[in-house]
T-cell receptor, first 115, second 115 residues
C-alpha cells in the first residue's frame, strides 16, 4: 500500500527560527507536494516537485522553500518562521500520467505552532 | 484561475439523515473532479473521482455526478452514520487549464453526525 511518512508529527518553533519539515514516500511516485491546511482556507499548495533536484512554486510559496534531493524525499523549509505559518502541513505524492494521475496520497500531517 | 466552491463549512446531522454537500467549480478546460475525505488525525484520502460529463463517482455509500451544465459535483449519501464524521473536500484537476496537473481544493466541509 502507498505510504507517505512525515516527520515530525508536531513541532513548536520560535518566531524567526528555522524549521524543516520532512517527507518520505515509498510509492515510487514522480510527483510530491506540500500543502498547508487552515480553517476557512482548506488545502493550499505551497510547493511541488515532479523530479528529483527540481521544485516548483505552488499557489502560496512566499516564506517557504522546498528541497527534493531524491525521488523519495521532499522537505519544506521555513528559514524565518512567523506566527502566520502556524498551521497543519501535509505532504502528498502522485504518479505521473495514467488513470491514477492526480490521485494524491497524503501523509498524516505535521502540526506546526510558531510562538 | 480554476477554483472550487463548497458552500457549507459545517454540517450537523443525526444518524440515518440524508446528506448533501454542494460543490461548484470554475475551470477553463475540462477538469477531473474529486471528493476527498479526512478523518480526525489523518491525512485526506480519495473517496472517488469523475472525469466526464454525467459520470457518477461512488464509494462507501457516497455518490456524486459530474454535471458540466451546472458546473457541479455535489456529494450525497442517503443515510449517514456516526463513522462518517469527517472533513470532506471537493477538488479539481484541469490538465489543460490554468491549474495544470495540480489539484485545487475547496475549503472543506466538516460533517458531524450524532448517534
Amino acid at each position: 500500500e502507498a505510504a507517505v511518512t512525515q516527520s515530525p508529527r508536531s513541532k513548536v518553533a520560535v518566531t524567526g527560527g528555522k524549521v524543516t519539515l520532512s517527507c518520505h514516500q515509498t510509492n515510487n511516485h514522480d510527483y510530491m507536494y506540500w500543502y498547508r491546511q487552515d480553517t476557512g482556507h482548506g488545502l493550499r499548495l505551497i510547493h511541488y516537485s515532479y523530479v528529483a533536484d527540481s521544485t516548483e512554486k505552488g499557489d502560496i510559496p512566499d516564506g517557504y522553500k522546498a528541497s527534493r534531493p531524491s525521488q523519495e524525499n521532499f522537505s519544506l523549509i521555513l528559514e524565518l518562521a512567523s506566527l502566520s505559518q502556524t498551521a497543519v502541513y501535509f505532504c502528498a505524492s502522485s504518479v505521473l500520467g495514467g488513470t491514477s494521475q492526480n490521485t494524491l496520497y497524503f501523509g498524516a500531517g505535521t502540526r506546526l505552532s510558531v510562538l | 484561475g480554476d477554483s472550487v466552491t463548497q458552500t457549507e463549512g459545517q454540517v450537523a446531522l443525526s444518524e440515518e439523515d440524508f446528506l448533501t454537500i454542494h460543490c461548484n467549480y470554475s475551470a477553463s478546460g475540462y477538469p477531473t473532479l474529486f471528493w476527498y475525505v479526512q478523518y480526525p488525525g489523518e491525512g485526506p484520502q480519495l473517496l472517488f473521482r469523475a472525469s466526464r460529463d454525467k459520470e457518477k463517482g461512488s464509494s462507501r455509500g457516497f455518490e456524486a455526478t459530474y454535471d458540466k451544465g451546472t458546473t457541479s459535483f455535489h456529494l450525497r449519501k442517503a443515510s449517514v452514520q456516526e463513522s462518517d464524521s469527517a472533513v470532506y473536500y471537493c477538488a479539481l484537476s484541469d490538465r489543460y487549464g490554468s491549474s495544470g496537473n495540480k489539484l485545487i481544493f475547496g475549503i472543506g466541509t466538516l460533517l458531524s453526525v450524532k448517534p
